[in-house]
């Protein structure tokens, strides 16, 4: 057998790949294992399409976090804005709790989610469950993590810029 590249050349090994192209000593060695042109390109691009999913991936968390960091901040100073200008009372009303509850209920659930996800990923369980077992997922999810969203939420962001650079 010779090397598909330099038909000339006794090959002196096969693409690792399982394509079945023979390689001669100078293909063999080209790009650090025995691996054919052809195979090393699509590897390559294989790898290139799941960084960019992965970033996207990165970039909707980021989205999904500062809104919601931002709108617990802004939540946080109407709280405050409101108790300093009245007459000494805590603010009230269902607008400005829901300034704090729902953005936390949905990073909660975000979150929550990818939990469930890396757990299944581990265990290699899927999780087919009825309407009624979601709703107390989801319940267990703003019950477990919503607590900790004003220590975490930052943490997160910050890891996710960190990623998204070493992608980059």
Not at 1 to 5: E, G, L, P, V
Not at 72 to 75: A, H, K, N, R
């Given at each position: 057998?010779?090397?598909?590249?330099h038909?000339?050349?006794?090959?002196?090994?096969m693409?690792?790949?399982?394509?079945?192209?023979g390689?001669?000593?100078?293909c063999?060695e080209?790009?650090g294992?025995?691996?054919?042109?052809h195979?090393?390109t699509?590897?390559?691009?294989?790898?290139?399409?799941?960084?960019?999913?992965?970033?996207?991936?990165?970039?909707?968390?980021l989205?999904?976090?500062?809104?919601?960091?931002?709108t617990?901040?802004?939540?946080i100073?109407?709280?405050?804005?409101?108790?300093?200008?009245?007459?000494?009372e805590?603010?009230?009303?269902?607008?400005?709790?829901?300034l704090l509850?729902?953005?936390t209920?949905?990073?909660s659930?975000?979150?929550f989610?990818?939990l469930?996800d890396k757990?299944?990923?581990?265990t290699?369980?899927m999780y087919?469950t009825?309407?009624?077992?979601?709703?107390?997922?989801?319940?267990?999810?703003?019950?477990?993590v919503a607590?900790?969203?004003f220590?975490?939420?930052?943490?997160?962001?910050?890891?996710?810029i960190?990623?998204?650079?070493?992608?980059n």
């Open positions: 057998m010779n090397c598909y590249k038909s000339l050349e006794r090959a002196v090994g693409c690792s790949q399982g394509c079945g192209r390689l001669c000593r100078e063999s080209r790009f294992q025995p691996i054919c042109e195979c090393y699509t590897m390559a691009g294989e790898y290139q399409d799941a960084l960019a999913t992965e970033r996207g991936a990165i970039i909707r968390q989205v999904i976090s500062g809104s919601v960091l931002g617990l901040l802004i939540g100073i109407a709280l405050v804005a409101v108790a300093s200008a009245s007459t000494g805590p603010p009230h009303g269902a607008a400005f709790i829901s509850v729902i953005p209920i949905i990073w659930f975000v979150n989610r990818k469930m757990l299944s990923d581990i290699g369980l087919f009825t309407v009624n077992n979601w709703i107390i997922i989801f319940i267990c999810g703003i019950v477990l607590p900790f969203a220590i975490i939420l930052p943490i997160n962001i910050i890891m996710d960190k990623r998204l650079r070493e992608l």
